[in-house]
């Protein structure tokens, strides 16, 4: 017996959906996979006309899935927006440097402005270096805390007004399932949010914070979209692998338990007598942060010193660290039809068209 998809009831079942179970189509599954992306954004207003949005792009299924609607979506509900793709260098060699030749494969296809920053560039370490100065134990706390400041950065060098990523509802409902394992109220409380922004800090949104990964694993499968799908060398250590595997068993019993911890995550609340930390700026580098220096700045300076692993206590206040927010220079090109930069300024922070 032939089944017909849920929706249109004439093109033959082609996907049965993780989200919802429907069996669809594929034209169907396109429609509702981008609909419903669609909706998140105009429900949680996440942009204005003519603002400037950084997509952050690693070459990943995520990045480029994001790359391609957020590009389909703005032709066709006319956001109005200008959009650049941003990457991070972190130098990991046999991994991030062939990933980036897809991020420009990328830049090619959704003929978008390409901007590269690297850790070597902002912190005078690659990943390569840390790792055989830190070993694989604690690697990814070093790599999370400077991508994350590495994506601002970049943003201020490009002038946007918000950056998108790619985290999807496994990887937030991951999130959640972390910061109760470690106990950390002040994150679990606005890890669900799904637009996030600090003083003087870029506004940075998830798009994808109810689209399941294996529906975006499915759509850039069946449109043969161009992504790398090696994982990190660095990762099978990671903390975060121990909360993906049990969530990965909870789904296959209950398949709405990625939105249900993601709900439950957004419905949080902590009494008003409990003190959270105080969202302040790292008197250093200009980044946000809840202690005087930011956790960038200590894990830098410890790196510096040669002790990696010290990462409290007082440190040397004459090194030099990351370069200040408010002495990051600008650079604005002027593009012609190609995204050519017609005029480039003469400093490193030009935008790299890949």
Known sequence: MVRHCV????ERAAVKRPKTGQKVC?????????????NTIIDNKLFKKNDKVAIAASGGKDSTVLAHVMKLLNERYQYGLEMFLLSIDEGITGYRDDSLETVKRNQQQYELPLKIVSYSELYGWSMDQIVKEV?????????????????????????VDHIVTGHNADDIAETVLMNILRGDIARLQ?????????????????????????????????????????????????YRGHARTFLKDLEVIRPSAIIDIIHSGEAFEVKKEVKLPTQGVCKRCGYMSSNELCKACVLLEGLNRGLPKKVHGDM????AIIPHFNRIQVSKGNYDDSNKPIEESKSNNKIDQG
């Open 7 to 10: 929706i249109c009831n004439k």
């Open 26 to 38: 594929r034209e169907c599954f396109y429609y509702v996979f981008e609909t419903e992306i669609h």
């Open 135 to 159: 070993g694989l134990k604690n690697n990814c706390t070093f790599c999370g805390v400077f991508r994350r400041q590495a994506l601002d950065r970049g943003a201020v060098m490009l002038d």
């Open 190 to 238: 606005r890890c669900t949010e799904i637009c996030t922004t600090g003083d003087g800090c870029v506004r940075r949104s998830k798009p994808f914070k109810y689209t399941y990964e294996k529906e975006i694993v499915m759509y850039a499968y069946f449109k043969k979209l161009d992504y790398f799908s090696t994982e990190c060398i660095y990762s099978p250590n990671a």
């Open 316 to 319: 040397p206040r004459d090194t």
